[in-house]
């Protein structure tokens, strides 16, 4: 069995296997399906054993792979110590042999400025001039003085996101610039090149790429708010490059810092001579005193443009926080000045930063919490009220998008819940991280109130365009209204009370709707009393008059059913009956509005509508000439004076909180109706 397996193992891995002619040879010389199955037996488990074999190799490779990349990691910091010994000891020679030769190169420098005091310059400029003419669009750079070649080279220019190539560009570094051309592929004769950029050197950074493969001989140029990467032909390239940048860059500050110590006049100051016995000799030499020699006050505004390129802003507030605490009681010197500028720039560099990462065209997606981080670098950097007055700029701009970016539903409701909830959300988190975020700033809170004011109006206009301009119902309006005000009294859970001003900024379109709902109903009143004829009402069923008692029992009228007769009659008008539903789910609707401006308009709109169905009862008394009829219309006059009036003047002083001064005037106004048999005239 084991020798047939062997022969089937060599058969399979011959380099001559041929799976079909296999299969054919197979089929012929099998007696039958049994045959065949012992076969595919001995097939599947040799795929067993072969996976099995390979699972161990896998293993056995493993481990193998583990073993080695320890001894790589070893070997990997063996070769850092290595490397950084030989460093050591290359700067020690270069220091030696420097100090040694500095003073015969400076000699036979002075003797060759003296000698050629102006060819060297003239010759940079005319090579310059020379390579510029090969660049499309750069004819106005020779214009500046004094501007001269110190180096150039193709390079290619990579993606800083996904590490593709983009160009091949020619680079060509001036003693105050860096211009960029691009290059012409297709392009014949003189003109090469193509004008791309130009940056001062004192506008960018240069950081070294750590070779990490297909990241190789690259450097990155920071400039505020980009960064471009550059790849080299290969390591001495590159080197060069980053030596030569460096060295231009300390060439430009001390040429300027130079230029500006000659542009100061120095006169003669005669020494003020102290007559005063007690006056103590200031000591001389206070600049010695404060020591900048510490490797980190060397290195603090490389580091600082590195953190502010890396966006580590709480590392840079952290290094200028050390050095103010550093210098905190140290004597102003020349060179503590000349550190403070540099420092101060980096600031300046490093709020621009701050605020672009503040301003509303960054992304407004995280919530609130997203500008904690800005604005918290902004406080420690003493710019507290432009740090509140950018945090609340960006989220008046997030409360806007998602306004605008929401659904306009079909139901005013749904919309309005919708709206609510977004608005009264992101301002309840706004409030809590200002309240975190400036918790040490009480003169900023005054800011947020005004804020607080101005995106309520955006959210009130949102409101009024689809609650009041499309004209929906009064009852759906007041139910919108409810549902803003529930959420507007939950600010009160921080001490943020935003009720008046909502209301104020809604008073205006509830008026109006409560007027025109008030002429509706009058309207509808009167054309109603136009067709008045004075017949009690047949509900037909039942249902239909149980329906009417509850309807009736829910505005607060509980004695209705002494209107009521047999067989499904209710002893009232149709007109009174429909009046007094109408009127009571104004006053329900009205109450739901309701806020103190709006109580003279809400009262005499109440009282109009009263009125329109009083007279109507008192002009159809004067006229009706049927006793059985005046009867009728005297027992619905009673019906609207003595139940529906009461009830109406309850439920407003419950829902205000005051008595209605004028529908009670307008009640005992009404006179007891007496009608004379005899008469007929009936007063009122």
Same mark, same amino acid.
């Given at each position: 069995m084991a020798d047939a397996g062997n022969r089937l193992r060599k058969l399979l891995e011959s380099p001559n296997f041929d799976p079909q002619s296999y299969v054919k040879q197979l089929s012929q010389q099998s007696d039958g399906d049994r045959d065949l199955q012992e076969h595919r037996q001995k097939i599947q488990t040799l795929a067993d054993e072969t996976a099995q074999n390979l699972k161990k190799n896998v293993y056995k490779n493993y481990r193998q792979f583990i073993e080695t990349a320890k001894e790589i990691s070893y070997l990997e910091s063996e070769m850092y110590q290595l490397s950084h010994f030989l460093t050591e000891q290359k700067s020690i020679m270069e220091s030696i042999t420097q100090s040694l030769l500095s003073t015969d190169k400076d000699e036979a420098a002075k003797e060759m400025l003296a000698a050629f005091p102006k060819e060297t310059e003239e010759v940079k400029q005319r090579t310059l001039t020379t390579l510029l003419e090969k660049v499309e669009g750069c004819k106005t750079i020779m214009e500046t003085p004094g501007r001269y070649l110190v180096y150039n080279g193709d390079l290619l220019e990579y993606d800083a996101d996904n590490m593709s190539q983009i160009q091949k560009v020619h680079t060509f570094l001036m003693n105050d610039c860096l211009l960029i051309a691009t290059w012409l592929a297709n392009r014949h004769g003189a003109v090469k090149y193509k004008y791309n950029a130009l940056y001062d050197l004192e506008s960018f950074a240069v950081v070294n790429v750590k070779d990490n493969p297909p990241m190789k001989d690259m450097f990155k140029i920071l400039m505020f708010p980009d960064s471009r990467i550059f790849k080299a032909e290969n390591s001495k390239i590159k080197k060069e490059w980053l030596e030569i940048l460096e060295e231009t860059k300390k060439n430009k500050v001390a040429k300027d810092k130079h230029k500006k110590e000659e542009e100061v006049p120095t006169s003669p100051v005669r020494q003020d001579v102290s007559t005063n016995p007690f006056d103590e000799d200031e000591p001389l030499g206070s600049e010695e005193l404060v020591d900048l020699s510490p490797e980190?006050?060397?290195e603090l505004p490389e580091d600082l443009d590195v953190c502010i390129a890396q966006r580590d802003f709480e590392g840079a507030v952290d290094l200028l926080d050390k050095l103010n605490e550093y210098l905190k009681e140290q004597p102003v010197s020349p060179r503590v000045k000349e550190l403070r500028g540099k420092v101060d720039e980096r600031v300046r560099q490093l709020t621009e930063v701050l605020v672009f990462e503040l301003s509303p065209d960054r992304s407004l997606r995280g919530g609130p919490k997203a500008t904690r981080r800005a604005v918290s670098q902004l406080i420690r950097l003493g710019q507290s009220t432009k740090a509140c007055e950018l945090f609340l700029k960006n989220r008046a701009a997030a409360v806007q998008t998602a306004i605008r970016q929401l659904r306009i539903e079909g139901a005013t409701l749904l919309y309005i819940q919708k709206l609510c909830n977004i608005f009264f959300t992101s301002l309840l988190e706004t409030a809590r991280e200002f309240e975190t975020d400036f918790a040490g700033n009480t003169g900023c809170y005054s800011a947020f109130v005004v804020w607080s004011r101005s995106v309520m109006k955006m959210f009130v206009d949102a409101f009024s365009k689809q609650v009041f301009d499309s004209k929906e119902s009064l009852s759906t309006a007041a139910e919108c209204v409810k549902f803003a005000s529930e959420h507007c009294m939950q600010l009160s859970e921080i001490g943020l009370d935003?009720? #008046? =001003? @909502? +209301?104020?900024?809604?008073?205006?379109?509830?008026?109006?709707?409560?007027?025109?709902q008030k002429d509706i109903i009058i309207e509808a009143t009167r054309h109603r009393n136009s067709e008045e004829m004075w017949r009690r009402m047949n509900l037909m069923t039942p249902e239909a008059l149980a329906k009417l008692k509850d309807e009736m029992r829910s505005c607060g009228i509980g004695s209705f059913d002494q209107y009521t007769g047999e067989d499904c009659w209710v002893n009232l008008s149709y007109t009174i009956v429909a009046f007094t539903k109408q009127m009571m789910a104004f006053l329900e609707e009205g109450l739901k509005l309701y806020f103190p401006e709006l109580h003279m308009v809400f009262l005499?709109?109440?009282?109009?509508?009263?009125?329109?169905?009083?007279?109507?009862v008192d002009y159809s008394l004067r006229c009706e000439q049927e006793a059985e009829?005046?009867? #009728? =219309? @005297? +027992?619905?006059?009673?019906?609207?004076?003595?139940?529906?009036?009461?009830?109406?003047?309850?439920r407003f002083e419950e829902g205000v909180g005051k008595p209605a001064k004028q529908l009670q005037d307008l009640r005992k106004s009404s006179r007891s109706v007496r009608v004379n048999p005899e008469s007929t005239m009936s007063v009122v």
């Open positions: 980190w006050i060397q935003l009720t #008046f =001003i @909502l +209301q104020s900024l809604l008073v205006k379109d509830i008026r109006a709707a409560l007027q025109s005499e709109s109440l009282r109009e509508i009263i009125l329109v169905a009083a007279q109507h009829k005046k009867a #009728f =219309i @005297l +027992q619905n006059a009673s019906f609207l004076h003595e139940t529906v009036l009461p009830v109406v003047e309850k």
